[in-house]
């Protein structure tokens, strides 16, 4: 199984969390940025994509297609008809089971939606992160709650059945009651999965400036633990399966292609910034959108990273990810795939994690308890 | 050769501040001993740290000549003590050295509780004393009231006192012309040469020069001379006066004060108290009996940068050369690295040493929380110097323990009596008597723990009494107490390097202490973390670190598995840096703080 990332390195601006390589398009006011928009950068992009896309090997046929950004819905319509075109022309499609594109509520147009459904984009994932009108503005994000709820309607009315919404949690300043109202109406919307991140303060984002400057707390650890719970068992009693530490959907609609992650599986990522793996290496393009499309016009390309594991970490890498699945490892593929066992690579410290209550194994699996859940980095830490 | 009844050799005593260094510059001054020109103002204080804290460390001895009213020609040999308790050794064998000693008091300040301790020593050796109340030219000068307070402390009669002024130069003349008169010449004793060794220096060219007072017989360049105490022999460079610099003369005979130089390559090898001899016809009887110095406090000298170690060493080595009371032995410390245990005479000579090798030698030091030296008395009948809390016996095979105490000496305002008195109470002190000084004052004597005024005791008493309290104190043998060892559990783990000796009725205020500081100072862990203090496996006090609460990074986005997993490696690297106590990471940075401050 393999999948394949595109990444699209625009947005409109800046969500003050987003450590994700895109560039705002223009400078200004959303509706004075949305009005002067010159298009030129992405014309450029898109043949370097071409470029990009014509590298990978012949007979590289995806299961899964994921366009995420950025937003790529932030293409213009010409833009965004050329770009799909371009995915049919240079992609092999024989194995596709998922194609899945990213959405920002705030740049669904009706030819978009008409333009991704004859393509045959399968699943849609659309940015949400709140219903609220003070969460979604100190986020910085640039659509409104009904612009999300319209966005919504907009595809299913096109006839998406499956789909993606994101929620974030664990925004300072924002009462952390709002969570509540806001799973009640991702559920009300009726999609099939829900990804709910709690908020990172990532370096050298403008919100984790103002942390630095003071202006803005984290939110307490408690009050965060308490909000995932809440999303934990709304998400559960609305009939949501929790395959993966943020991830719920409702049985047999989980993400294939991030499972395809979390298994270790092989991947293309095109685009600036995107990550590949493919036979055991894996690489970065450059984060930058103007050495990216120097580097494939010129065909000069150059990763911007790039490391071959060791079979034994490799093996670490599998379980760390792994257990990020709420299903756990199992133990029979684990040694099929790897030719480790855990026992072999791990010791006692798994028999430890197991009695401070952080994992539970049986004949055949080991899987993160619910604290374990939690505190999953500290645990990885022990494993990695 | 100097005719003994126109020799006088004398100290002088005093309290910080009082004028020592002041009064002896007006004394080089008058005799000529320098002239105008090169008298740098406070001539004896010659070292930097001294001058900034305003006190003495090392004795520099100083001879002068001076033309009585009598028309004779004296020879005046000043031996400067060093002003702490700290060096009460050195200071005893400087009045050793002497006949006679000038006791100073600010006639502005009063008696102070150092000005005490030291008269104290200097009349258990028996010396002349000749009181003087000095600063007499200053407006806040009470004369009166500080000849009371010496006649009532010193039982000397206060119309006995001589009253100056070190600054002008008033009495000064009286005071020089009284030590002929009060101090009395040597006296020679035995037919074969000995000499009392009260001080030593080191010079990289020259070796170990010995500072000596020649009691019996001659001492000349060329001689071949025996230290008593170690049975070593030399032969004589050089030997010469202090006149102030070293000025080299054919002999030093009885009663004279000068230095000698042999060829002593290891400054170790000279012993304050020691006797010199002649080889070829040695003494039998040493002077005073010979004291090896025993290191009374020990703290543990680490290198922040570990790889400042060997500088350390080297240091350390150099030091020791100036000063042979210190002691240090390395050691190896799982918090810290390695390092040295480094043995004190008092808590003053740490604060010196310590001070000194950060200046000198530039190194960024930690020191860890000092402990007095302790007599263990094994149920087997044996007895066992401990030097080191972690390295305690189990505390079955411990019949009792002894510990070191101290005299001390207090003197504060009448109105802060009631706190004085808490204050010792709470170290455990046993308050032997309580003298009124004057109207306003009191002086306190109280037998106390030297381990009591290790920590912050300082600081407590200036800020009690507001500054104005002085203290003193000397050894006072070491008694019986009802001390245990303290151990500290991390998750049912002891942690050696947290462990210490403590006084029974202590253990479990300090051990709530220790635990509460590591609960801030222990990051939390997957599992809650039992903080235990306990004595003798019993549990006295216990705080929970709890299991951290959130760990998750939700998002994992994009492919970007190389970037999560490098953080989570870093995160395991963290984890690594810090010390394992079974399942526990404690950071390097718990360990600094509480052995360094000892928390609290
Ligand atoms: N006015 C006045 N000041 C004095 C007199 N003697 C010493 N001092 C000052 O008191 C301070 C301490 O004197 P010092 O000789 O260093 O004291 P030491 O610590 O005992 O050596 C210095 O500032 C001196 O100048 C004196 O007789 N009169
Ligand atoms: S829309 Fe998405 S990619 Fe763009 S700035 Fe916001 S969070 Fe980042
Ligand atoms: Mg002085």
Redesign the interface.
Known sequence: MAGLYIHIPFCVRKCIYCDFYSIPSVEGSVAQRLRSYVYADQHVFLDALEKELESLPEDFAPETIFIGGGTPTELSDRDFASFLDLLRQKVTFDQLREWTCESNPGTLTEEKVRLLREAGVNRMSIGVQSFDPAALEFLGRIHSADEARAGIRLLKAAGFQSMNLDLIYGIPTVDPDVLSADLAAAVELGVDHIAAYCLIFEDGTPLADLQRKGYVKEVDDDVELAQYQLVRSRLADAGYHQYELSNFAKPGHECLHNLLYWDGGEYFGCGPSAHSHWQGRRWSNVRSLESYCKQWLTGTFAPAMEEMLSPEAKARELVIFGLRKTRGIQFADFTARTGYTLDQLYGDTLGWLCDIGMLTRDAGSIRLTESGLFLSDSVFAELV | MTDLSRIRNFSIIAHIDHGKSTLADRMLELTQTVDQRNLKAQLLDDMDLERERGITIKAHPVTMYYTAKDGHRYMFNLIDTPGHVDFSYEVTRSLAACEGAILIVDATQGVEAQTVANAYLAEGQGLAILPVINKIDVKTANVDEVAHQIEEILATPASDCYKVSAKTGVGVQELLEALVHQVPPPKVTNDRTRALVFDSEYDSFRGGITYVRVFDGKISKGDRIRLLGTGNDYEVKEVGFFNPGLVPRPSLSAGEVGYIISNIRDPAEIRIGDTVTQARMPSDQPLTGFKDVHPMVFSGIYPVDTSDFEKLRFSLEKYTLNDSSFTYMPESSVALGLGFRCGFLGLLHMEVVQERLRREYDIDLISTYPNVVYRVHRTNGQMEIVENPTRLPDWTEIDHIEEPMIKAFLICQNEIIGDMMQLLMDRRGVIEKTETLDSRRLMLTCVLPLNEILIDFHDKLKSVSRGYASMDYEHFGYQESDLVKLEILVHGDPVEAFSSILHRTKAEGRGRQLCEALKELIPP???PIAVQASVNKKVVARTTIR????????????????R??KL??R??EG?KKMKQIG?VSIPQDAFVKVLKTGVG
């Open positions: 862990a997957m599992f299991a951290m609460r959130k760990d998750v990074t939700a998002k994992c986005y994009g492919g970007d598995i190389t999560k997993r989570l490696e995160q395991k984890k399942r």
